[in-house]
């Protein structure tokens, strides 16, 4: 372990436990509190004696401190949820991070380095929403992401701007988050919800991450309660421009002079081939200025249901993500980390995480 990890992880211990540097200080015996500041900031390592001593003083198991495969103090996440109690969430984010905790060790253990410099948008809290949809009209231009940008946003998350993309099986009230870290930055998305949905929580999260230091997100978004603050309709504007650029409205119209089913109709059919949902495509429309607010107020809520199916699109996604896959196979390759080991950190059966793997095509050998 790092001595700066080992140092994340007493303080954000010791702040959760509400105790001061000065308190921890003299339980510890330490002559002044700027060792104990050295030690927190990985100025200065801990020997092991020190490390039980920690671990009496704030009530922790060894492990806590040593755990490579942990995100304690160091990862800050933004969750997209509705009405998730607080105890079931803590518990989701510590299974959601080892995700991520593993894919860092691992990647560090491979010697993958993680990308050298950030991509982040040049927006603030001062932006307006105009600004923020011609963002997300520009990142589509320059990332090249063509005519249905939903097809290859994952892709371009993942090869160009570094980011790790998971597709999870997340509690039920979590549809997706963010998760900023010093040295990475990962998206988890749910991977049960419509194709529409994921599409759009996805471009969501991802302005969060391209804006996380001008406007850090709050811990919690309750995407089912407004008012919702300026940041997240920031990030709105900027996800439906992503996901249906001016461009692709303008292909798929036009618009004027269609009202009730003929328009649902249309909205249907479009939303399809952009891989979105009805509504959004119709609030879309009325921010780009190509439909009128009244009209689309007008249609029949019932007629954009599922896009206009009968059932909701059955299109499941594989577990976790390609890069995912082959890096932990990689490891467990080389001798790094065991398969079983890898199957107990994810919740898995070792035959399970050797399906999910398959799926993306990438060769595990649960012997090893």
Known sequence: ???????????????????????????????????????ETGERRVSAQELVRFAEVLAAPLTYFTDPFLLAGEGRFSWRQSGVAAPKLETYEQEAGRLIALFRALGAEMGKRPPLLRRSLALTKASS?????????????????????????????ERDLGILVLMVDAIPGVSGAACHLPELDAVLIRRREVPGRRHYDLAHELFHILTWEAMPPERLEDFAAPPRGRVEQLADNFAAAVLMPR???????????????????????????????????????????????AVAQGVDEALLRNNGRKAPARDLPPLFSKPFAELVAAAVDAGRISARRVAGLLGLAVDDLADAFAAHGVAFDPGL
């Open 129 to 157: 929403y105009e600004d923020a949809a011609a963002a997300g009209e520009r990142f589509v231009e320059e990332f090249r992401l063509g005519d249905v940008p939903a097809r290859r946003l994952t892709e371009v998350m």
């Open 247 to 293: 461009a692709a409205l303008d292909r798929l119209g036009p618009w004027d002079g269609i009202e009730g089913g003929a328009l649902a109709a249309q909205l249907n059919a479009a939303a399809e081939e952009l891989g979105v949902t009805s509504s959004a495509l119709r609030w879309r429309l009325v921010g780009a200025g190509l439909l009128p607010k």
């Open 1 to 39: 372990m790092q001595a700066g990890l080992v140092g994340t992880r007493i303080k954000a211990k010791r702040e959760a436990l509400g105790f001061s540097q000065e308190a921890v200080t003299r339980l510890l015996g330490f002559k002044d509190r700027q060792t104990l500041s050295a030690i």
